[in-house]
């Protein structure tokens, strides 16, 4: 907008500059050809200097026209050269006008003097008439170099402007490169030599990731609190009403004290696996990746769960395979015991859940397979949301997060959960899959 800008002004005072030359070399034309009127024997007497008329091609090669008159009489010059009306009220002040004049644009200069011819004063006017073409071949040479001016302004400007842009958010980037190359738990305070103006941002930005320091601490604090005071009371509740139940004969009452015992499990189910999945959030977003052996991590995990598969009769028959990967060991066991701990609730009594590895493509993959009830009607991607179950686990206790840990786990690493039902829709196979090392 500014180099238009400029522009449009250099080539308006280019114009008006080479108008108002024109004009002045017109008046001293005119005003020459006046001075040389002269009265003898009672007649108006003119030489045309040669100098008014030399004057006028020092500007351009334009076609000049002159007229002089005493009234309707004509002394010299042309005829049809047009008057200005005005001059008439304008004794010997230039008058300057614009027309048309054998088909061209002329601008014209008239003076009008009073000669003394005989025994009365006679006016005489002068007009000296010069086309434009010059005038406009001036401003157009003026226009094209105050186009190039602003364009080159143009470049210089627009240069300096991303330089100092550049140099001007130099510091910013740099805050924001150091802030990105952080990972998700590092909120130490930045420490970084800043311009002026970017101090009330590091200081925001510090006193915010303090603030978010102590959300996160607050919030991890309150996790593993809730964990111990909610899962302590239940499982003391739940030895209680085991108890009662043993020691009571009333069959309405062994009703009721089972009904407790299966609400209590429902809740302690569902209250421990919202506090894992909360742990799995916060820990997915600092992972602790250390050089595993899954075999022994799928070994420990199947050997805690034996208790829990021994009082439905059901075997845990494992195929382990040697293969390691770089995991946080503590959410894989949090993974894998999540699936296991499903496989062996849907299955029935008395059959066996069979834990298989293999390493293809750069990928381990640990199958868990079960006879139960299989994945049910609709998508399987669908009960890896939270708090949804099949249609088919009616009457089984479960919150349905078990699955939804699983996959965020796994997601975290860089793998995968896949869900199939065994052929003849009975049994599922439930498949962790992760990158090896």
């Known amino acids: 907008m500014l180099s238009v800008l400029s522009w449009w002004m250099v080539t308006g005072l280019a114009r008006q500059a080479a108008e108002r030359t024109q004009d002045n070399v017109l008046a001293a034309s005119v005003t020459t050809i006046a001075e040389t009127l002269r009265s003898e024997q009672g007649e108006v007497r003119l030489e045309l200097p040669y ?5 006028l091609g020092a500007i351009s090669e334009d076609r000049v026209f002159y007229r002089v008159a005493t009234g309707d009489t004509i002394l010299t010059g042309y005829e049809d050269l047009p008057v200005p009306n005005e001059i008439v009220s304008s004794l010997g002040r230039v008058v300057f006008d614009t027309g048309e004049y054998s088909g061209e644009e002329v601008r014209m200069a008239t003076v009008s003097r009073l000669v003394l011819a005989g025994a009365q004063p006679v006016p005489v006017n002068v007009t000296v008439a010069q086309t434009r073409g010059g005038v406009a071949s001036i401003s157009a040479e003026l226009s094209q170099l105050a186009a190039f001016l602003s364009v080159a302004f143009f470049l210089v400007a627009v240069s300096l402007s991303a330089f100092a842009a550049r140099t001007s958010l130099k510091p910013l980037n740099e805050i924001a490169a150091a802030v990105s190359r952080r990972g998700p738990s590092d909120l130490r305070p930045l420490r970084r030599a800043a311009p002026t103006e970017l101090a009330p941002l590091l200081t925001s930005l510090n006193r915010l990731m303090d603030r ?4 996160i601490r607050s ?11 909610i899962r302590t009371p239940l499982a003391t509740v739940r030895a209680q009403a085991e108890i009662a139940l043993r020691s009571a004969s009333d069959d309405d009452q062994k009703q ?3 009904q407790m015992i299966r609400a209590i499990d429902e809740s302690s189910r569902s209250a421990g696996q919202l506090l894992d999945h909360a742990t799995v959030i916060y820990r997915t ?7 595993v052996m899954l075999s022994d991590l799928v070994s420990q995990t199947v050997s805690g769960l ?5 009082m439905k009769d059901i075997r845990l028959d494992v195929e382990a395979l040697r293969a390691k990967a770089e995991v946080d060991p503590v959410l894989i066991e949090n993974a894998l015991r999540n699936v296991l701990d499903n496989a062996i609730k849907y299955s029935p009594p008395e059959t066996v859940v069979k834990v298989a590895m293999a390493e293809t493509n750069g990928e381990v993959r640990i199958a868990v397979t079960d006879q139960g009830p299989g994945l049910g009607e609709g998508p399987a991607d669908q009960l890896t949301q939270r ?7 009616q009457g089984i206790v479960g919150s349905g997060l078990g699955l939804t840990i699983a996959k965020d786990v796994l997601v975290a690493h860089g793998g995968r959960l896949e869900l199939e039902t065994l052929q003849g829709g009975t049994g599922t196979c439930a498949t962790l899959v992760l990158p090896s090392s």
């Open 51 to 55: 100098s008014a008329f030399s004057m």
């Open 256 to 258: 009721r004290l089972r």
């Open 219 to 229: 919030a991890e604090d309150f996790i593993a609190e809730a964990a111990h005071r």
């Open 285 to 291: 977003d600092d992972l602790v990746r250390t050089p």
């Open 306 to 310: 034996e208790p829990t598969a021994s």
């Open 212 to 215: 978010l320091g102590q959300s």
């Open 387 to 393: 708090f949804q179950r099949g249609r088919n686990t």
